[in-house]
């Protein structure tokens, strides 16, 4: 099969590779570029453990080939927060339980980070209906619930600090 | 001694020991994007395995040709059951004394088992290459129920053919595996038949799956230069992979490592060996190079590890006002094709025999027959220990079905049923020794929490408003009081393949005060480096956040026996605790000698020994762990380390009591959690966050197992429920918010006096939402039916109350 070049901006960083039609967004990010935060746990765009953030909009990385992501601008949870410097989902998370095995964590706070961009202000039930293509199977939801309910708030408190 | 001093307070809150919610250490990696799962890892010139899997659930194999596959570029290497036999391994032993096919053997007894195994330079190559494996099958009559099974001329394993007695004693016809019996079947009968009050009920707990985020996987690396085999896998008992692996492999153990990174979730699923860690360490063998083999949903759902898929039937009888007298059990158990479930060695059915619950009742019988069918093999304790969620489901649906048949309230039938706190230890008729419990007290404050009263006068309510026609939603109140029996357990009566089921924990005290543990079990997610660091913390006097926890590696950590059926805290929490207090005992003498003092003379003070009654005297654990490094110390040996293998005299036995009121529409079948109580005993309370995190999690599995998760067959054995789309997870959209309680009562046999408490929620909460369910169509005459409470399964429920007009 021909390989085509595929050319990705990837948490701010430009890469230009070679990818074969078929090949998902999924292994191109994981095997070609190390970016292991997104994983692996359906491959049928059902759990949302693969959930990037491509050209502003949550994607399932499994269901995306790389050729289609050309030119694509892409976000993954790697790319919100540094070591020193945590997103505040990140934080959030942390503060409140938001997570025990971990594996779904990446694709939770990645679709969180943009929920919270489309509604600044959810209520519980939008977090909730905004949040069900993102399967978690060890915490029940609570806390990742009240994690981003969290954040939203310390966002907002911000902006109107900056304001 | 124990002044609250704000000084003393402060020194007590640094430590961050038990009871205090410290935030979780793993956070910082998961969060980031930092795990390192078993998909993660790379190594140089790693090869990937992937399966060619029978389509049909029991067929002869007439051949397989691999020629195409191999001319593939990129393929390395297709095996078969004819490459592995040299070796001895197309074949291994199960957990449960059975044996497995590794890959088919002449025949295939269930869809989705392991036919060969193709190993590629990358799973796309590798994927391609299980397409053009081109297997010639001739299909044989399938059997999918266990009933028809035992009745059939049909015989599912030839390979045991003329066998009349297998591992757990005497085989009744060639699709029969054990019958397990516990009790006094003849008393039973007798009280039974001669009793005032009887209720009989049959009951089927559906074959389910644990489908934990992550899927099965490892990555076989045989170093031929030194002789050294790595396996990474997912593993929840990593020691235990690599005794089987030696023994299998016939490599000595300690050229053998065993290493389990990071999990995502495991639930039972990842305490089995299955076929595709065998051939990734033959792929390894074969290749010289290491290879990785990570199944996708739809194999992990139809290969590794279903769990339940037991047929019950009860009987229970009792006085006229309500006293139990006796309970009689029979289980046909379906395990499939291979019977691999992961019990403890003497326990075919698992703890099945805690199936008296939290009852004071006198006689009772249990028989368990297990059965072969088409179906994947597994049985494996989703989420409870052994078989638990069956028993607890079985009682807790039977004390129903008798407040029926004495036309009483349930809550009440409990409480006159209940063991009473004055007499644990309880031995109960089947077997168990119960250490503690005050179930009484749980029961009314769960009861008085969600006032139970007025919720059956608003049932009462709503029950007349629908005959009037006002309202077409009825309310269920659903009610469970659970015992789990867990910490399996002492050695004398509980191994895994000869392996007695202790636990251990390693402690060492760097000279500047810091610490590393090391410990037998593997976390999946429950924060054993959060909470052993603070059983450990309180233990030694050293702050949790200066203790690093670790598991998972068998080059490093002590034996130990893994993490499943709850079994963590009882036993390797159990172990850290008796370790820090070797340290504790050592650090003593030296405290006393650096103080002049004999060794009686001074005490342990949260993180410091002082001299009685001169507080102002005193070494802290800094102090002393820096001595134990540089100083001579007569008849003290230098450094400060100790480790401890614990055997539990006992298991530890949690309970709690749950309610949840569920609303149902009639004409579609739907459910509305409006609200969940939990209250939750689970001995002495380590870390509340985590218990509650846990609490949360439990109950989420609860739900989907009760209101729609379940591995279906048709009648040609294919599997109906093999991705995501049939398979049911909940979603934070179905999901409810659980209001969480607690009361404490201790071990008295545990160091710390903790009982566990991860699946806790699970067993409690299986039983609490069916009889939710059931509890609304009682006024109008419904007495049972079946799991799982789908939809379409209620509407089918209402519709055959008639009330659909
Ligand atoms: S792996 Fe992409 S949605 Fe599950
Ligand atoms: S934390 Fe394990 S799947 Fe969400």
Redesign the pocket.
Known sequence: MGKQIVKLTVNGEEHELLAEPRELLIHVLREKLNITGPHV?CETSHCG?CTVDMNGRSVKSCTVFAAQADGAEITTVEGLGTPDNLHVLQEMFKEHHG???????PG?ITRAHRLLQENPNPTEEEVRFGMAGN?????GYQN?VKSILAAAAELNAAREAAQ | MNDMTPEREDRVANLKGMGCARKRVEDAR?TQGKGNYIDDLKLPGMLHGDFVRSPYAHARVLSIDTEAALALPGVIAVLTAKDLEPLNLHWMPTLAGDKQMVLADGKVLFQGQEVAFVVATDRYVAADAVELVEVEYEDLPVIVDPFESLKSDIVLREDLAGQTSGAHGPRKHHNHIFTWEVGDKDTTEAVIDDAEVVAEESMYYHRTHPC???PCGAVASMDKVNGKLTIHGTFQAPHVVRTVASLLSGIEEHNIRVISPDI??GFGNKVGVYPGYVCSIVASIVTGKPVKWIEDRMENLMSTAFARDYWMKGRISATKDGKITGLHCHVTADHGAFDACADPTKFPAGFMNICTGSYDIPTAYLAVDGVYTNKAPGGVSYRCSFRVTEAVYFIERMIEVLAIELNMDAAELRRINFIRKDQFPYQSALGWEYDSGDYHTAWDKALKAVDYEGLRREQADRVAAFRRGETRTLMGIGLSFFTEIVGAGPVKNCDILGMGMFDSCEVRIHPTGSAIARLGTISQ?QGHATTFAQILATEIGIPADSITIEEGDTDTAPYGLGTYGSRSTPVAGAATAMAGRKIRAKAQMIAAYLLEVHDDDVEFDVDRFVVKGAPERFKTMADIAYAAYNQAIPGVEPGLEAVSYYDPPNMTYPFGAYVCIMDIDVDTGVTDIRRFYALDDCGTRINPMVIEGQIH?GLTEALAVVLGQEIAYDDMGNVKTGTLMDFFLPTAWEVPTYETDHTVTPSPHHPIGAKGVGESPHVGGVPCFSNAVHDAFRPFGLRHSNMPHDHWRIWKTANGLGLHG
């Open positions: 746990g453990a997570l025990q095995c971990g594996f779904c964590t939770m399967i978690c199977r060890c915490t990742i | 998961f934990p985020l992550e995502g979730g997610g999690g």
